[in-house]
């Protein structure tokens, strides 16, 4: 079972609270198929992926980005309980979509670093501290249910 | 993975707008790797001092980035330019080398922090990518 301090649950949520979500879930989608491109596997009927350009103006790529962004907020709703709480999604991107657990790092990495660029200072090494800790947990329920 | 001429055009333009920032760099993203890692920490047990903007975190912060100016430098060779660091690393520091993953992402967090605008996904992958091959470089030696 994860442990959460009040200052942690405190972090994570002023974050999500205060994110755009239609700005950042497109951005950091868009990083995570350019900085590595063979993610641009699970994407081949989204279009137009052909260079970095296209990856950023794909509207159907942001359109994504914003829908996987708000996959996050049942974990935001339920830090005491997230592998049960991703289990189904878990089962579907194992059985249903095939996607390598590999890949939910490299998001995370990426949404660690557009939200850097959002914040600026304000990402201090604690909130980013936190925030990793999150990713890391929702990145582990995610794959949980592989086998 | 290696670096294409695109690739090392690209870092060399990041360096350029950055190298000024250079010791602050370090410093915050050493802080950031002992926040975010705390099992690096014990490569530093001998510190009196580890908490981010420490006198000893400042000063460390600044050589490693005087390794990655180096690196940009020797950009066309890293192995052979990185040569002496490598064997600094492989025989005396023996850090684990999967900690040069973790400082690599911890230099990507403070530079999209500080140049937000600069560090668009282009520059991204192709740190990334540099970073990657300084870290293979560094750890030639090993074994």
């Not at chain 1, 339920?78 to 790092?105: G, M, Q």
């Not at chain 2, 001092?49 to 390794?67: E, Q, R, T, Y």
């Amino acid at each position: 079972m994860v442990e959460w301090t009040e200052q942690e649950r405190s972090i994570i949520n002023n974050i999500f609270s205060n994110l755009d979500y239609d700005d950042i879930g497109p951005k950091a989608l868009a990083r995570c198929l350019i900085v590595y491109p063979w993610t641009q596997r699970y994407f081949a009927s989204f279009g137009n992926l052909y260079n970095a350009d296209a990856i950023k103006t794909n509207p159907n790529i942001a359109t994504h980005g914003t829908k996987v962004l708000h996959g996050l907020d049942r974990a935001v709703k339920n830090l005491d309980n997230i592998k049960a709480t991703y289990a189904e999604l878990s089962v579907l991107h194992s059985e249903k979509l095939h996607v390598d657990p590999d890949n939910f790092k490299l998001l995370a990495d990426c949404l660690t670093i557009v939200i850097a660029a959002k914040l600026g200072n304000a990402f201090t090494p604690e909130i980013q501290a936190t925030f990793q800790k999150f990713l890391a947990v929702v990145v582990s329920a995610l794959g949980r249910q592989y086998h | 993975m290696s670096l294409t001429e695109k690739d090392k055009a690209a870092v060399k333009a990041l360096w350029a707008k950055i190298s000024k920032s250079a010791d602050a760099i370090g410093a915050d993203a050493l802080s950031r790797l002992l926040s975010v890692y705390p099992q690096t920490k014990t490569y530093f047990a001998h510190w009196p001092d580890l908490s981010p903007g420490s006198a000893s975190v400042k000063n460390h912060g600044k050589k490693i980035m005087g390794g990655v100016a180096l690196a940009v430098a020797k950009i066309d060779n890293l192995t052979g330019g990185l040569l002496e660091l490598s064997e600094l690393h492989a025989f005396k520091l023996r850090v684990d080398p999967a900690n040069f993953k973790l400082l690599a992402h911890c230099l990507l967090v403070v530079i999209s922090t500080m140049f937000p605008n600069d560090f668009t996904p282009e520059a991204h992958v192709a740190l990334d990518k540099f970073l990657f091959n300084v870290a293979l470089a560094l750890s030639e030696k090993y074994r």
